[in-house]
């Protein structure tokens, strides 16, 4: 009966990601027909059967304000950046110029990492090119960079999406790491002015 009980949550702790594939399948044929679904659900399944992927513990907390505002933040960046993006392709299309910046993300969680990384490749004019987790920094290409003074402002944006991610599905623990992490590079940066 252990064995059994065992199996059952090892499976039932996969099934969200296999209803994740289940609804990118109907997403892709654009049908979400019972066939549709059922197909989509097989092939989800036999996959990640197939993969042999390990059970990755999700430790995600949805809280329903903070995604609000994240959802928010980005419809408000997808419509500034697109008519940004926009009026500089219409205005001046050979001047545009980009940037590839580093940002030290605060964040240590593969999860939550790989959610900034798509959530800013949403973002007409931004796109993440490099992801370095043993480092901890996200690159991201940027357009368009007027002047130096943009750079900071990429920056900041950057660390803005992760702050609202981590606070919107990290756990507990995730919150507090990030917070330390906040406080010690804010230390470090008010210790290098002080020497400066």
């Not at 989509?40 to 990640?48: I, M």
């Not at 545009?96 to 490749?121: F, H, N, Q, W």
């Not at 368009?144 to 900071?152: C, F, L, N, T, W």
């Not at 919150?175 to 590079?185: L, P, Q, S, V």
Request: with cysteine.
């Amino acid at each position: 009966m252990n064995a059994l009980s065992g199996t059952a949550v090892r499976m039932l702790g996969r099934l969200p990601m296999v209803l994740w594939l289940t609804a990118m399948w109907a997403v892709l044929w654009g049908d979400a027909s019972p066939g549709t679904l059922i197909a989509g659900f097989a092939v989800g399944a036999g996959c990640y059967a197939a993969a042999k992927l390990p059970h990755l513990p999700v430790r995600l907390r949805f809280r329903p304000l903070w995604a609000a505002r994240l959802a928010g933040r980005i419809l408000l960046d997808l419509f500034t950046s697109s008519v940004q993006m926009a009026y500089y392709a219409l205005d001046r299309p050979g001047r545009v110029r980009g940037a590839i910046v580093a940002v030290p993300l605060r964040t240590d969680s593969d999860l939550l990492m790989a959610m900034v990384s798509g959530g800013l490749s949403l973002v007409t004019g931004s796109q993440t090119i490099e992801l370095d987790r043993e480092g901890g920094v996200i690159y991201v290409h940027g357009i368009p960079i007027r002047g130096e003074g943009d750079v900071p402002r990429l920056r900041r944006d950057v660390r803005r999406m992760e702050e609202l991610f981590v606070r919107a599905f990290g756990s507990t623990a995730d919150i507090a790491d990030f917070e330390a992490t906040e406080r010690a590079m804010d230390a470090a940066r008010t210790a290098g002015k002080g020497e400066s």
